[in-house]
């Protein structure tokens, strides 16, 4: 009998905001692996972190929510903004695992990630109790763990734009049309939401 477990991608980040970058990552992951869903995880202040350069948590998650639309097999997520901060990965997918037991979950990293994964909070486990599906990060070691077996690394096409460049363009008064999905240009031309920001 044919499982129900949708096999659910976890996209973590700040997406401060969301660009195109980050929506090529995700549509490249469920058009060439078997997720059947992706959801695109914001994750809250972290409160230990000078925050002065993050929009607040829901309109960040608004900007997700613009940039992917009608796109049946993307979601954008707040879970993490009800899990005690810091949140650590691990965590997060007990909590989903819980919340969502027909769900097989998958951790989505960058290449970056992959390389200092030893250093996160019970990385072990994760290693043994999820899949990793990684995406390449030119200029970054991916380290010995992209041959262990719950490893896969994708090579999407990558574009070398940051929220960060993308923020003090807006800081700039300057124009950010085809750097973001055109609803989340359209916000942030009437939401000066990036102005005030460091």
């Known amino acids: 009998m044919q499982s129900m477990t949708k096999k659910t991608g976890l996209f973590f980040g700040s997406f401060n905001p969301v660009h195109v970058g980050h929506m090529i990552i995700a549509n490249y992951l469920l058009e060439h692996s078997d997720l059947s869903e ?3 995880v914001v994750s809250p202040h972290n409160p230990h972190k000078k925050k002065s350069s993050l ?12 940039a992917i639309g009608d796109h049946h097999q993307l979601k954008g997520s707040d ?15 007990a909590f989903a695992r819980e919340k969502y037991p027909n769900r097989e979950f998958v951790l989505i990293m960058g290449g970056d990630n992959l390389g200092t994964l030893h250093k996160w909070k019970n990385y ?8 990793i599906y990684v995406y390449n990060r030119p200029g970054y070691e991916l380290g010995p763990l992209k041959d262990h077996d719950h490893v896969q690394v994708f090579y999407a096409p990558l574009l070398d734009i940051s929220a960060s460049y993308i923020r003090q363009q807006l800081r700039d008064g300057k124009s950010v049309q085809y750097l973001v999905p055109d609803k989340v240009h359209q916000y942030l031309e009437e939401v000066p939401l990036y102005k005030s920001l460091n």
């Open 79 to 93: 879970m993490e903004f009800k899990l005690p901060q810091p949140s650590y990965t691990v965590d997060t997918l």
């Open 124 to 131: 072990e486990f994760l290693l043994r109790e999820y899949h």
């Open 38 to 40: 992706l959801w695109m």
């Open 55 to 66: 929009a607040k948590d829901h309109d960040r998650l608004h900007l997700v929510n613009l």
